[in-house]
């Protein structure tokens, strides 16, 4: 590749999402521009809280050359938890607690299968997927659990809540999330050795490093976030709902991707991944307020996510032919 | 040299095999229900159209590719079809949406062999794509109205379940492309290195392009054989079904790594799969709690390559420790 | 008891039995040397050291004290670290991550970068590596990511390394660096234990060998006290007559034409000319691009300009089909990873290049594929069990071969070969060269591209050097062997002198400092 071209691609790395959400933002102000209210962006950033946060955990299980499909269904299973805790009577912030102790338990399996029965992270999270959407389906049954008025004080701190009487929570949250990620990530010899787990596992373990440690923390933390954004989301919709996740791993992913993670792992972008997050977010708001449908919403998606994969294509190509 | 040696060499082993017919004695011992023909019938007829599907995806697995995106090509295919037909005709119908499967897989391979895009990324976004696509063709289910095209998969040749026949003349195709044409051994060579392949004058991206039309054809042979059945279509049909098939081709030995597999372990694979299924429905086992078993089943058939060559090893360790125990007792002075 | 003894260590892999009760002896502070053919078992006994596999039975005592390494961490307590063959890098991190990713300095939590970055600054320069430490190892040239690889050995300060093949990716300049770099360590009083299939450097660094074959101990000797012949004889176990082949008939008219080719990045202004029946070597440092020439030849690079003639007629293959067509052949160096197709049978890997040959209607004749393999097997004494055998179950020379005859059976007449005996054992490498001279003689023109001088001087008619993409040397045996009496007396003698010459020029070439182009008048 000649040198220009290599200076475009590490340019692109850094603030590539950034400019594609800067374009999606003009295109959208230009249709519509109800959308770029201060209001309404607010909301935006609200609802981005959940895709993001889940992204930021998944941007680690990237990282270390695995991914989680199952973020969605403990998303269903951490909401069907909550609600029925919270209406037969339990401290919210317990039963907050005890989801996401569950939730943590599912990356444990997670990073068990993956490490102890040596089962290719996409299978074993897809069976998880499955397993855990059967769980939140046995816990809850079929119908969706209210959190009434009378239970949900607590819980509408972190949906309406703002803090300092200033800052929505969700907000707050999701930044004191990604700080924390990006700390982990270019700080702690965790992040380190994620990155090189993700460079080149075989190397990682003959240098002595405890692979399955490591990679075990990565699920637990990926499932954690995951909570996370299960407890934001079902304060939004004050619902436990068994179906709550589904397609949300693909959000995540797509958050993840047009962030500038590396898909073969080792190489992250914790920072892209937020705005990836946002930006997903706003595809789908900015859809959903010119009134189109579920169906198109999706197709959107699955193009925005062809079109930052093919970007990612496009120069694994010129990077081959030129060397 | 062993010139007698004309069956091979394992292209996989044939554990599902044994599994199935120890399955099947256990099941007709325990439960008067699974001693009659129409349950065995039933099985053959329902495991036809996953296997078919199975058929292609081994294609995809064994190049070390696979395609998420097979349950939505399903619910397009058939969806379009239910539309067509009235307008069309049966026939006519039939024949453009198998095009359109061959069109569908194209994309895929365009998007992995072209623009360099990973097979699960991709298909993964595709999967969104197709079935986005399905919806907005036709937002409720469409019913199908033509008594023929509804009654041929029921239908049988003497006891054979039809839908078993065709997918048993897929398997005889599917196995004579992957073992004896340029294609298929391109297909096995790609899945073992890509790099060689090249070397050898292979064109990866030619050969995957075609792999992925060869799981769309069969996907949607597979489609319209089960709107056939359902006697419907709906853009929501077969959520999952890329799992099962995948857990099919697995089950069956084909390793996710590609470099070498079995249509026919698939198949079987297939089968077993669906007598599971048939097995926890008789059992009474709500859905929710057969997904947790359909997860724990596909866990095992995932670790057991880990734990046989675990066991493999444990066993050559104890046999070389036990020789060398005995070569150790017989040397003088050790 | 030696300062470090191993005894009766046996090892079993699922169907190989690698190691079988090996016991050897290591003095402290000395430069001791394994050898031994592919296969003998010298990186296995070394990995159970170094903790990356645990021995079935047997015990290693370190200092008096049995020692019980489990893991990698085990061996570092005792003092053990390891260079290993295979680079064990992870690119995407920084030179300095990677030396220390193990024991990544800390406080409080947070990784102490400037600590780190300067600890690895220091290490590289003491090795007089041009190289910062914050830079990414997947912007390095192999050897200098070899360089790494012992940096990072030797950043645990252990008593003990262990190097396994260090020098197989290194330039001139890296192993005198490396041959600094052990007679210092021997100076501190640590122990180095040496694995090589460069008999030069046995001889050059180690004080002691011990030899191993087919998983045994065969025994161990003082590098004074010990012949290169005696040594190969007892690493193969039989009389090694005549090593190499020297090609000594006479090439016919040219086939291949070179003109002019060029590659923004890689080579420039090309030009060479290949005859029938010559064996033509091409020579140079990591790095030179020599292998991105020769693939261009074979379609799997695609050159900027010039253009390229075969038997007068203009081709420039887009592809290696395209070249294939042209009866052009190809082998890989990297057997494992794009030569052979390992769970395929020998059958399927040696019709891989003529699949449109031996098929009508696009149906494979199983007869045609037979034939084939009949054929080859018995030009090239190849053993296996049968038909379909998977390749991966034989030994890495009959792996070569295999690889050798699918490239042949394309009616070649032009076969391009990178590092035709890498990791093969005496005894097939000699098998092979022997091969190779037959196909000259009978009219293919092949081109060696090969790290090992000695193979390129033995083997071919003229060498090629490459150096930074360009051509500077092209150098006729018969040149080099003008002044030799070939009835005289001290023949030996001479031919080992001009061997020197050839090789100090071709050295020469290689880094630039001169140019010598005296090849077969055209």
Not at chain 3, 97 to 119: A, S
Request: hydrophobic content about 45%; charged content about 15%; proline content about 2%.
């Amino acid at each position: 590749m000649s040198k220009a071209a290599k200076k475009f691609w590490l340019l692109w790395d850094k603030i590539g999402g950034l400019l594609i959400l800067v374009v999606v933002v003009i295109i959208y102000a230009v249709l519509y521009p109800k959308i770029i209210a201060p209001e309404q962006l607010t909301t935006t950033l609200m609802r981005s809280a959940i895709t993001g946060i889940a992204a930021a955990g998944m941007t680690f299980a990237i990282c270390s050359g695995g991914f989680d499909l199952s973020i969605g269904s403990i998303v269903s299973l951490v909401s069907c938890i909550i609600a029925s805790l919270i209406t037969k009577g339990m401290n919210t912030w317990l039963a907050l607690l005890v989801a996401l102790v569950v939730a943590a338990g599912c990356g444990l399996i997670n990073g068990l299968l993956i490490t102890i029965l040596k089962i290719p992270a996409f299978v074993a999270t897809l069976a998880t997927q499955l397993s855990f959407a059967g769980a939140a389906y046995v816990y809850s049954g079929s119908k969706a659990v209210q959190i009434t008025s009378k239970y949900n004080k607590d819980l509408k701190i972190l949906s309406t809540g703002k803090i300092f009487g200033v800052f929505p929570t969700p907000i707050i949250a999701l930044l004191l999330v990604f700080v924390l990620a990006y700390i982990l990530y270019k700080y702690t010899s965790f992040g380190t050795k994620v990155r090189a787990i993700g460079s080149n596992e075989l190397a990682a373990r003959t240098t002595g490093i405890k692979v399955n440690k490591i990679v075990v923390l990565v699920y637990v933390a990926t499932a954690v976030s995951a909570g996370l954004a299960g407890i934001l989301n079902t304060a939004r919709l004050s619902t436990g709902d068994n179906t709550l996740g589904n397609g949300f791993e693909l959000d995540a992913i797509t958050a993840v991707i047009l962030g500038g993670t590396s898909l073969s792992g080792g190489k992250g972008n914790i920072w892209g991944t937020l705005i990836g997050a946002v930006l997903v977010t706003f595809v789908k708001m900015g859809l959903n307020m010119l009134g189109v449908g579920e169906a198109f919403q999706k197709l959107a998606v699955s193009a925005v996510l062809i079109f930052a994969l093919s970007i990612n294509g496009i120069k694994l190509i010129m990077q081959k032919e030129g060397k | 040299m062993n010139n007698k040696n004309r069956f091979h060499i394992d292209y996989s082993d044939h554990g599902i095999v044994y599994a199935l017919i120890i399955f099947l004695l256990i099941l007709a011992m325990t439960n008067e229900n699974f001693r009659a023909m129409p349950f065995y019938q039933n099985i053959f007829r329902q495991s036809s159209f996953n296997a078919i599907c199975g058929i292609g995806m081994t294609f995809a697995i064994i190049s070390g590719n696979f395609d998420l995106s097979v349950a939505a090509q399903v619910a397009l295919v058939s969806v379009t079809l239910t539309k067509l037909m009235p307008v069309v005709g049966v026939l006519p119908a039939i024949l453009i949406v198998l095009g359109l499967g061959v069109v569908l897989g194209a994309f895929n391979g365009i998007l992995i062999a072209k623009i360099r895009i990973p097979a699960f990324i991709a298909t993964l976004a595709t999967q969104l794509g197709y079935r986005a696509l399905a919806q907005l063709i036709e937002n409720t289910p469409i019913v199908v109205k033509d008594v023929g095209f509804k009654h041929f998969s029921l239908a049988k040749v003497g006891i054979v379940p039809v839908p078993f026949i065709i997918m048993t003349g897929i398997a005889i195709i599917g196995t004579i492309i992957l073992r004896k044409t340029r294609l298929g051994r391109s297909i096995i060579a790609i899945g073992n290195s890509h790099e060689a392949a090249k070397i050898s004058g292979i064109s990866i991206s030619w050969t995957l392009i075609r792999i992925y039309m060869i799981v769309g054809l069969f996907t949607a042979c597979s489609a319209i054989m089960l709107t056939s059945y359902l006697g419907s279509s709906n853009f929501g049909m077969q959520i999952g079904l890329e799992f099962t098939v995948i857990s099919a081709v697995v089950l069956g030995g084909t390793a996710l790594a590609g470099g070498k597999g079995s249509i026919f372990n698939t198949i079987v694979a297939a089968i077993f799969l669906v007598t599971l299924k048939s097995a926890m429905d008789t059992w009474g086992l709500d859905s929710s709690w057969q997904r947790v078993l359909s997860g724990v089943i596909l866990v095992v058939a995932f670790s057991i390559t880990t734990i046989r060559t675990t066991f493999n090893i444990g066993i050559i360790k104890y046999r070389s420790r036990k020789n060398l125990r005995k070569r150790l007792r017989n040397q003088p002075g050790s | 008891m030696e300062y470090i003894e191993l005894k009766n260590i046996t090892k079993t892999f699922v169907n190989v039995q690698a190691l079988s009760d090996v016991s050897m002896s290591v003095r402290e502070g000395e430069v001791h040397a394994v050898v031994g053919e592919n296969g003998a078992g010298k990186s296995t006994i070394m990995k159970i050291l170094g903790g990356m596999y645990f021995a079935d039975s047997g015990e290693i005592w370190i200092d008096g004290i049995k020692r019980d390494i489990k893991n990698v961490q085990d061996a570092l307590e005792c003092g053990i670290s390891v260079v290993y063959q295979e680079l064990n890098l992870m690119p995407d991190l920084t030179i300095a991550e990677n030396i220390y990713l193990h024991n990544l300095p800390q406080k409080g939590g947070i990784v102490d970068k400037k600590t780190m970055n300067l600890n690895a600054q220091t290490l590289l320069d003491s090795m007089d590596l041009k190289l910062k430490s914050t830079e990414l190892t997947s912007m390095l040239s192999v050897s200098e990511q070899q360089m790494v690889e012992i940096a990072k050995a030797l950043s645990h300060d252990s008593d003990i390394i262990i190097m396994d093949e260090p020098t197989a990716s290194l330039n001139n300049n890296e192993v005198d660096t490396l041959y600094r770099l052990i007679k210092n360590l021997k100076k501190r009083g640590k122990t180095v234990i040496y694995i090589s299939h460069r008999l030069q450097e046995i001889f050059d660094l180690s004080d002691q060998v011990t030899i191993l074959r087919d998983g045994t101990y065969i025994g161990s000797y003082k590098t004074n006290e010990i012949t290169t012949d005696k040594l190969v004889e007892l690493m193969v176990g039989r009389e090694i007559s005549r090593f190499y082949k020297t090609a000594d008939h006479v090439p016919g008219e040219i086939v291949l034409e070179v003109k002019n080719i060029s590659k923004e990045g890689l080579y420039s202004d090309v030009s060479f000319s290949l005859r029938k029946g010559e064996i033509l070597g091409f020579a140079g440092l990591m790095g030179c691009n020599r292998e991105e020439i020769v693939k261009t030849i074979y379609g799997l690079v695609q050159a900027d300009s010039g253009e390229i003639l075969l038997n007068g007629v203009r081709t420039m293959p887009r592809n290696p089909a395209e070249a294939i067509r042209s009866h052009i052949g190809f082998v890989t160096e990297d057997r494992k990873g794009s030569g052979v197709f390992a769970l395929m049978s020998v059958r399927e890997n040696i019709s891989m290049n003529i699949l449109k040959l031996i098929s009508e209607f696009g149906l494979i004749k199983a007869d045609k594929e037979q034939d084939l393999l009949k054929n080859y097997t018995n030009k090239m004494n190849m053993r296996y069990s049968g038909y379909y055998q998977r390749i991966n179950n034989l030994s890495g020379g009959n792996q070569q071969k295999f690889l050798l005859a699918r490239a042949l059976a394309a009616d070649c007449k032009v076969l391009i070969m990178l590092e035709p005996t890498r990791g093969i054992d005496v005894g097939a490498k000699v098998e092979i060269y022997s091969l190779l001279g037959d196909l000259a003689k009978q009219g293919v023109a092949i081109i060696m591209v090969s790290s090992e001088l000695p193979e390129i001087i033995g083997n071919c008619h003229r060498t090629l050097v490459v150096f930074q993409g360009k051509i500077t040397g092209d150098i006729s045996k018969k040149d080099m062997d003008a002044d030799i009496d070939v009835h005289g007396a001290n023949r030996r003698e001479q031919l080992r002198v001009s061997s020197q010459k050839y090789e100090n020029i071709i050295m020469q070439c290689a880094t630039g400092n001169i140019t010598y182009f005296r090849g077969e008048d055209k």
